[in-house]
């Protein structure tokens, strides 16, 4: 047994019991039973995270970090317990390091806002090819008003970044390097390590884009030295609307507030504001407590189970599928090299991904199509976008045998 | 009051009780679908809103609407050829006037909420804007 939510570790891998906590895994789509092969978008949620929801709001719902009475304390140690669980899943050396957010976007925003008081003409940032719109737009928008300048960091024909042309575009005027550690439209894992290191050795700052990643692979902070991190909670099997920003203590001292509001401040006084100290400095506002809350018991729930058994499930999973799948006459897949999460993006030569995905949907079976919000990877090989099929922990081979056969069946009826 | 075509089209329809050969219908209407020439092949043509490209123009002739279209994606190119089927050679007005309420009975109707990625809501506006403006137009 688990003597403590901090100390829980893994029982053994057992998928009927992994299924059983999953409601949604039992439900029907289109008359057959759900294939839920779309977890790259958002994760389903066990019965612990929907039961933290309820319970919070049944048994807690109070006002943090501000109310006297007895419930506002509950509710307070409650969110502030998920912060610990979140620190120390992540491995972050001090508690204020962690920045509840709305998600891997505000994350974003938060720290690109920051950098338009940072960044002067001229000074660059490095942005990898294979970004999610929203590691990408919010620095167009801090660079167009300061005058810095956006640099790509391109990739090569299998999704990865060319490591070589970093070394290159690395230079004194690099202010930041922001890339993800996983793609969301190929599922390429980066060496964020290299990337991380190299960017220090020219003084520049490193902000990881975690949202594809946290849930499949170890991540430490503090031995990655990173600068920033992010991740949203919906796609760790918690709640949407909540997220985390990971900086380094001294960097978000430095890092000018974003909104303004209650929670942030220390005094206000209309001749002016102090700030209250970290995290609540980035946290204005009443924050989604509810989803705080159920985001740490999908970090406990993700623990019950252990990383490292999700990636080798996982892992099986994508071997098994990328063979069955390759099987198929024209099939591409994007992406395909060894360092990757349980994603496969793929075409049929000559089909569009939104005709696999439309008969995929009526066999039941999730996918997602289109450009996955990554415009620039799609451009890159010149294609209007993919069929996604990402698996989970909660996936199974036999699901994948109705993938495999389902593709089949729709390239029969549309060739 | 559905149009004679509109009637056409869900007797058509009613005949399949299995989705594989509801689909297979419109793969084939799809596949059997004139295409419109590449010079119309424009962002001038181009409804925005879907996930696969739709193009799609109208033209009058003798106080008739006919429309012609393409898509880069089958389903969606079956699609649309049922709302020409539906919509084409009437009088502008009409058009106008038509309902829409067949897209559901033929089971279409999973494609009509607007979020829906493959923008049959965005194709039916588009074509009731040709209508309107031809409208306007006559009545000019
Ligand atoms: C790599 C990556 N970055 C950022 C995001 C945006 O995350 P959210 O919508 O939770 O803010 C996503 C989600 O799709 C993603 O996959």
Not at chain 1, 81 to 97: G, P, T, Y
């Amino acid at each position: 047994m688990c003597k403590s939510d901090l100390t829980c570790r893994p029982m053994g891998f057992s998928i009927d019991n992994i299924r059983a906590d999953f409601p949604i895994l039992h439900r029907q789509v289109n008359g057959k039973p759900l294939v839920y092969f779309d977890n790259a978008a958002t994760s389903q949620k066990p019965q612990q995270v929907i039961d933290a929801l309820v319970h919070y709001y049944s048994h807690q719902n109070a006002n943090i970090h501000r109310g006297v009475h007895a419930l506002s304390q509950e509710a307070t140690d409650a969110y502030e317990a998920a912060r610990d669980l979140i620190q120390s899943f992540f491995n972050a050396k001090h508690r204020e390091e962690i920045i509840l957010t709305s998600g891997t976007t505000h994350s974003i925003n938060l720290v690109a806002h920051g950098y338009r008081s940072l960044l002067s003409q001229g000074d660059e940032i490095i942005v990898g090819q294979a970004e999610h719109h929203s590691n990408i737009v919010p620095w167009q928008m801090a660079c167009d008003l300061t005058g810095a300048i956006l640099r790509v960091l391109p990739m090569d024909q299998n999704g990865q970044l060319k490591l070589d042309d970093f070394q290159n575009l690395l230079n004194t005027k690099t202010k930041l390097v922001v890339v993800n550690q996983v793609s969301n439209a190929l599922g390429t894992i980066n060496p964020i390590k290299t990337i991380i290191d190299l960017a220090h050795k020219q003084g520049a700052r490193v902000l990881i884009d975690g949202a594809q990643a946290s849930s499949h692979i170890k991540v430490d902070v503090h031995a990655l030295d990173v600068d920033y991190y992010t991740t949203s909670a919906h796609k760790m099997c918690g709640p949407t609307g909540v997220g985390m920003l990971y900086g380094k203590k001294e960097l978000l001292e430095a890092l000018p507030a974003y909104q303004g509001g209650g929670e942030m401040i220390k005094e206000v006084y209309f001749e002016g504001t102090t700030y209250a100290g970290l995290p609540h400095k980035f946290e204005a506002g009443t924050p989604n407590i509810a989803g705080g809350i159920a985001f740490g018991a999908a970090i406990k729930y993700l623990n019950s189970i252990g990383l490292d058994a999700i990636a080798k499930h996982e892992d099986e999973l994508l071997q098994y599928a990328t063979a069955g799948l390759k099987d198929i006459d024209d099939l591409i897949i994007y992406g395909d090299v060894p360092d990757k999460t349980a994603v496969i993006s793929f075409n049929i030569n000559g089909l569009h991904p939104y005709d696999v995905g439309t008969l995929l949907d009526q066999m039941g079976i999730a996918v997602r199509t289109g450009q996955h919000c990554a415009q620039p990877v799609m451009d890159f090989y010149g294609i209007p976008g993919t069929v996604r099929a990402s698996f989970a922990f909660y996936n199974t081979k036999e699901e994948i045998d109705l993938l495999i056969s389902g593709v089949r069946r729709a390239v029969s009826m549309l060739l | 009051m559905n149009t004679q075509a509109q009637q056409e089209i869900i007797e058509e329809f009613a005949l399949f009780d299995d989705w594989m050969d509801k689909y297979e219908h419109l793969i084939g209407l799809g596949k059997s679908l004139p295409l419109i020439s590449d010079q119309y092949k424009t962002d001038e043509f181009l409804i925005k809103g879907c996930q696969s490209k739709v193009w799609l123009r109208a033209d009058q002739k003798e106080g008739r609407v006919y429309y012609s279209a393409d898509s880069d994606a089958i389903i969606t190119k079956g699609i649309v050829s049922v709302l020409i089927r539906a919509f084409s050679g009437l009088s502008a007005q009409d058009i106008v006037k038509a309902p829409t309420d067949f897209i559901k009975e033929i089971g279409l109707s999973d494609h009509l909420s607007p979020t829906r990625a493959n923008g049959l809501v965005s194709m039916i506006k588009q074509m009731k804007l040709y209508a309107t403006a031809f409208a306007a137009q006559n009545n000019a």
